[in-house]
């Protein structure tokens, strides 16, 4: 879109998941008030200024002289499925074409085919397919001979979309998808194990899609790893965040190293990575009461590691009792993971070169027996272990 | 491609995930086998004659006469990443000339633009570009004028692919994406909880997928609902088990009516739908023992329904303590959900008009307490009806 098409925008269309479109009324009137309160803050936090949003059925409108602008900040905000900078008019057929072919002028270039499709809602003197015959004439009209312009219904290079509810109209030509799910403060809160690689923090996203704020916690694992390992989950940690405008900004941070040092002295080696999480989960457990969280959510692909297998999952998964275990990435792929870390932002950090944890062993064990972790775990002081992890806690703001 | 072409080729490249490529040799090795054995299946069970299976370094060759036909099922194998049915040459760079003009023939069209890419293992008198530059120039000379054919080397109607692997050489034009994953039976079993809706049997699609082996367990609700349900449930756990060519077809069906009416006559109305599956987690818990499962799989995504709030499946996980609950879709939206759905060929038969559940409350608790789930609980004799349960466990065959 040319520069220029800024100034005549006003506002943008903004539509919302069918999924909170069907929910019963009063919760449908939650989810969408927490979704207006969401947007709120993103729009105040990027400093994007706007006049009003406007609740219409199955649709938010936002007035603002920064429609572009505003566009690309609502797109990240979950429970948004997608937004349209547009030009707002009343629902006067010639205030509509007039509108359309000033947002036609701007956005078609010589050459182009285009379409005009039409959306209505209430009752007006015209029908929908009216509305696409005469602007698409009035285009044609007034700019088709000397841009040698075309219309193509099907594969058009430029689609104008209008949208006409009741009193008012909206004129638009490009349509941003955003990231879907419910907005965020729509489920209580989880804890989310977060490593600084690629797997937690997707599955954090995942989770955050779904509408629960996630209170990262990032288990340093020091001397085994270093401080580039925790300068990495850090600053994932912040970019994770970035989808969480109005949230807290806290990252927990345990000091793990010690138990670490103490499980690989006094319990069976290829074991480690097991007991390792184990107590990470009973760990996580305790922040999980402390912080109100309802559940615990780690980045666990069956299979991608030896402590991932089906049979760890289940010993890993024993070591806590009353809070579930939310494992969103369970059937994904590494690709596909990958393509979710890219597209929020997380790849790139986490692919940064830190350095990788020195206690795992050669060869992990890939079906772990229960009783066998059990027994060894005895020799370990899980209770005194847990809390001195939970007095070690760091709050870090990113 | 043309019909014709299909006398030509004589064997299909089958690439396999970059995952298990990156396994400790032993590990892949023991994956390859199984996937070797999962392909032998596939193509016994649809009647695809073929010569032999050989493996090269990071990828499987297929002799056959129907390449075409095998690539298509072998594209539902997981743990396969993509298929090329292709013309087997030697490596003399003569012969890939000659078969590339051949497929070339075959598959290009009057107008098309064209380009060879090669990828090459081993030693050769020739470079990968000369393989590239040599093709396209006798292509050129061959049909060049007479078919107004050009070389495109970044938006090319066909590519061709040219592979040399030591001493032999395959040419192809069609790549088919395969589903990725493990190969089924790389990890245990587990039990995956289905209804015949479209969540449950994506999230056993997806568990299965990433190598695990699915026993479907089907809890039938008659009186409150009825067969149409039962049938929509037994119709989509026959196309999830064709995925498992050469694994039981068995589905689980336990009589739950009783249960269920037993909840309604003693329990809280607005946790209904809590204490059914909660009952359903314990059963699935002892058909999982029986027959020796590692987990219980179920299609849930946060906050889709009353009983899937973050607070509720917490409630719902309590329930079973030997199992871990595994909920691949948990951070899926309902869209996600059905476009994979599409793909695997259970949204027509999910989406199918049956007897929705008549037990559901008009007002579910959204978040439920465990101490009054439990309390309420101890109005059922909880053992008495998983016995029960468990001796009603009937064995279809699908």
Redesign the interface.
């Known amino acids: 879109m040319e520069a220029d098409v800024k100034n005549v925008l006003g506002s943008v269309i903004i539509r919302f ?3 909170i479109w069907i929910k019963k009324t009063w ?1 449908r009137k939650l989810y969408e008030g927490r979704l207006v309160k969401n947007i709120k803050n993103v729009l105040k936090h990027y400093d994007v200024p706007y006049d009003k949003i406007v609740r219409r059925h199955s649709r938010l409108f936002l007035r603002t002289d920064s429609a572009m602008q505003a566009s690309l900040e609502l797109a990240r905000i979950f429970g948004i499925s997608s937004v349209s900078p547009s030009l707002e008019t009343s629902s006067k057929l010639e205030k509509i074409i007039d509108r359309s072919v000033v947002l036609a002028g701007h956005v078609l270039k010589i050459g182009n085919s285009f379409a005009v499709k039409c959306r209505r809602v209430g009752k007006h003197s015209y029908s929908s397919a009216d509305v696409c015959k005469v602007i698409g004439q009035r285009i044609l009209d007034e700019f088709g001979e000397k841009m040698n312009l075309r219309v193509d219904l099907n594969n058009p290079d430029v689609g104008l979309g209008v949208e006409v509810r009741n009193d008012e109209a909206f004129v638009y030509s490009d349509t941003f998808d955003g990231v ?3 907005p965020l403060g ?3 809160r ?1 804890v989310g194990l977060l490593s600084g690689g690629t797997d937690s923090a997707v ?1 954090c ?3 955050m ?4 704020p996630v209170a990262p916690v990032y288990f340093d694992n020091t001397p085994f790893t270093d401080e580039t390992t925790t300068g990495r989950a850090l600053n994932v940690a912040g970019v994770l965040l970035d989808w969480a405008v109005g949230f807290p900004r806290n990252v927990y941070v345990v000091q793990h190293g010690e138990n670490l040092k103490r499980i690989i002295e006094n319990c069976s080696k290829k074991l480690t990575c097991l007991f390792c999480k184990r107590m990470m989960y009973r760990i996580a457990e305790r922040v999980a009461e402390m912080k109100g969280a ?2 615990i959510v780690t980045g666990e ?4 590691q030896a402590s991932q ?3 760890n ?2 010993v890993l ?2 070591a806590v ?8 990435l ?7 993971t990958e393509a979710i870390a890219r597209r929020i932002g997380t790849y790139k950090i986490s692919s940064r070169k830190a350095k990788g944890c020195k206690a795992v062993p050669s060869k992990p064990a ?1 079906k772990a027996k229960l009783e066998e972790v059990e027994e060894s775990e005895e020799n370990l002081n899980i209770k005194e272990m847990i809390e001195r992890s939970i007095e070690s806690l760091k709050v870090v703001k990113v």
């Open positions: 998941g069918g999924e919760t879907g799910g419910m729509t489920q209580p989880v599955a996203w995942m989770i899609k779904r509408g629960c309802e559940g692909a069956i299979g991608e297998t089906i049979t999952l289940k998964s024993n009792k009353k809070y579930p275990i939310h494992r969103p369970l059937g994904f792929d590494k690709s596909e890939t």
